[in-house]
């Protein structure tokens, strides 16, 4: 696609449920982030992923936070038992390599994730 | 651990200003400095990326400065026109991680 793809758009869930947030990153970008922003927050990274290895977990809130990807492109985030405090915009971004080296991030529109 | 702050939270000026938005960061080991665009209910706009290395950099209207050993990054918006209007965030790459570190930004509207 043309850009970094994510669904769903809008999500409200029931405290408890658990959630799965898509990410479809640009084709070919080897490089894929997750990064969260609440309400009256700045961004805070999550996760990133270099291939299907995940290099650097040490942004995920909990252990009720997990993320996969597979084949080297889509990636899936996972919220387990979901609580009030998780409501915020979850972004994803990929980039042709490494954004240390210089390359440009490209951040999708986001999953709004409500839970109730 | 890294922090970054930005200042003015907000900002409001007349079309046709030139203008300087600030960031600070308070650890100088990093990779690059990044400066993005947020519209509403939207993602981020990447703007300029300045390395370690650089001490600027340009595009169209905006110019990007870094100083490292003051712990500051400036963005230069000339001319501004109401399309400019948007939440402008500035980001540190730390060195060694490939996070990024981001301030909350400053909401920019430029009046007609």
């Known amino acids: 696609g043309a850009g970094v793809s994510q669904s769903p758009s809008n999500k409200v869930t029931e405290k408890g449920k658990d959630v799965e947030l898509r990410c479809d990153p640009i084709?070919?970008?080897?490089?894929l982030y997750w990064y969260r922003q609440s309400l009256g927050q700045g961004l805070e990274f999550l996760i990133y992923f270099q291939g299907n290895s995940a290099p650097d977990k040490s942004g995920l809130p909990s252990d009720r936070f997990s993320a996969e990807r597979t084949g080297g492109s889509v990636s899936t985030l996972t919220i387990q038992r979901t609580q009030q405090e998780d409501s915020a915009v979850y972004l994803c971004?990929?980039?042709?390599?490494?954004?240390?080296?210089?390359?440009?991030?490209?951040f999708g529109e986001g999953s709004w994730l409500t839970v109730v | 651990k890294q922090e970054v702050t930005q200042i003015p939270a907000a900002l409001s000026v007349p079309e046709g200003e030139n203008l300087v938005l600030n960031c600070s960061f308070t650890d100088s080991a990093i990779y690059n400095l990044q400066w993005f665009r947020q519209d509403p209910g939207k993602g981020l706009t990447s703007l300029l990326l300045i390395q370690s290395s650089q001490r600027e950099q340009t595009s169209g209207r905006l110019n990007a400065s870094l100083d490292k050993s003051s712990g500051r990054s400036t963005l230069y918006i000339a001319a501004s026109q109401p399309g400019d209007s948007a939440t402008y965030l500035c980001?540190?790459?730390?060195?060694?991680?490939?996070?990024?570190?981001f301030g909350k930004g400053t909401k920019l509207t430029v009046n007609p």
């Open positions: 971004a990929s980039s042709i390599g490494w954004g240390s080296s210089g390359n440009t991030i490209y």
């Open positions: 980001a540190a790459q730390q060195g060694g991680s490939e996070k990024l570190v």
């Open positions: 084709s070919g970008h080897t490089a």
